[in-house]
Nanobody, 127 residues
Framework: VQLVESGGGSVQNGGSLRLSCAIP????????IGWFRQAPGKEREVVSC????????YYLGSVKDRFTISSDTTLNTVYLQMNNLNPEDTAIYYC?????????????????????WGQGTQVTVSS
């Protein structure tokens, strides 16, 4: 399973970016996909997840109402629309899956429990 992120970049405080996670040759219909981020000197944290089987979603508290996760299963792509970005959002963003239909491991498990990761895309927000 190959995950390819894109859409990162540098924006000013209050700006927007849309990240894409393409998973070629893989059917998203039955699986949960998560977006994680890791800032310098900090642990990797889950930002948002989507369970494509039932549409259930999860958001980290600090991004709720600013970020929106969505899937286009026809394109095998998961998106993370990020609005009203602030410098605390600066990090490398990764998409990942453990090939489970459930959000549980993505939300509550350690990153080591998630099997498949993209290479990451840098998001930098300047004040």
């Amino acid at each position: 399973v190959q995950l390819v992120e894109s859409g990162g970049g540098s924006v000013q405080n209050g700006g927007s970016l849309r990240l894409s996670c393409a998973i070629p040759g893989f059917s998203l219909d039955d699986y949960a996909i998560g977006w994680f981020r890791q800032a310098p000197g900090k642990e990797r944290e889950v930002v948002s997840c989507i369970a494509n089987r039932d549409g259930d979603t999860y958001y980290l508290g600090s991004v709720k109402d600013r970020f929106t996760i969505s899937s286009d299963t026809t394109l095998n792509t998961v998106y993370l629309q990020m609005n009203n970005l602030n410098p605390e959002d600066t990090a490398i963003y990764y998409c990942a899956t453990d090939l489970s239909a459930s959000l549980y491991t993505l939300i509550y498990g350690s990153p080591e429990a998630v099997n498949y990761w993209g290479q990451g895309t840098q998001v930098t927000v300047s004040s």
